[in-house]
């Protein structure tokens, strides 16, 4: 029950995050307007924005207008409803488990503007920075120093591949690895690469296949950086106990 209950409350959370999604990049207010509707302008009403569920009812369209509601709302809803109850039964009720919870609203923002927009807004990463720099301070069985060395080597790893091959990573994807490292510690942050950058080949991989992109099309590479964070969030230890035993 209290997973369905953190699925629910991830799923609202997830909501918000949709606003963050629409309104950040092109550097608009969270708060202000108020939710509608981006083609007709309509105020959206409170049966509007229940997570998930107003997007089922309405079928993906406006009530107001008709017009399609983004395929990315009902996906950013049931994605941060899923990893909210995922971390609920990893963690328990701890102090890993609500930092987890702050990183990963961090993480899926940082995922799904990239994905659109091919970005990492300085405006998402540098406090998320601050906020990951702040909870290693409180975090149980880790180090600052643990932290901050996942850190630099997040940040060292990919600036060196930017140094070497600029228009194959961005500074934004240099900035996530260095958050991915003060989240994941070390060796985590090797772990969260490695998912990362093994992801991305492979999508990039089926893609060219697919023939959805050519080989001088590029990719984002954030969301699989992002993937690689939240499979260490949840499974890291366990990730590294197996290849200690392997």
Not at 216 to 233: E, H, N, Q, R, Y
């Amino acid at each position: 029950m209290l997973s369905l209950y953190f699925g629910i409350v991830g799923a609202a959370v997830g909501s918000f995050l949709c606003v963050c999604i629409d309104r950040l990049p092109s550097g608009h207010s969270i708060t202000y307007p108020p939710s509608h509707c981006p083609a007709c302008g309509h105020r959206l009403a409170a049966r509007d924005l229940v997570p998930i569920l107003s997007y089922l009812s309405l079928g993906g369209r406006c009530r107001y207008c008709g017009d399609a509601i983004p395929w990315r709302t009902l996906s950013v809803e049931v994605t941060t409803g899923l990893i909210f109850a995922l971390l609920w039964r990893h963690y328990g009720m701890e102090i890993p488990f609500i930092l987890a919870l702050v990183y990963c609203c961090f993480l899926i923002v940082i995922a799904f503007i990239d994905l659109e927009h091919q970005i990492i807004p300085s405006r998402v990463i540098y406090p998320a920075i601050v906020v990951a720099m702040l909870g290693a301070l409180v975090t149980p069985g880790r180090s600052i120093w643990n932290s901050l060395g996942g850190g630099l080597v997040g940040f060292g790893i990919l600036f060196l591949i930017a140094f070497i091959n600029p228009a194959g990573m961005g500074m934004g994807d240099v900035r996530l690895a260095a958050f991915m490292g003060l989240i994941a510690g070390f060796p985590g942050v090797l772990v969260s690469l490695l998912i990362g950058v093994v992801a991305g080949g492979l999508a990039a991989a089926l893609l060219l296949l697919a023939g959805l992109k050519g080989r001088k099309d590029s990719i984002p590479f954030g969301p699989f950086l992002v993937l690689g964070a939240m499979v260490t969030l949840l499974y890291g230890a366990e990730i590294l106990h197996l290849y200690a035993g392997l």
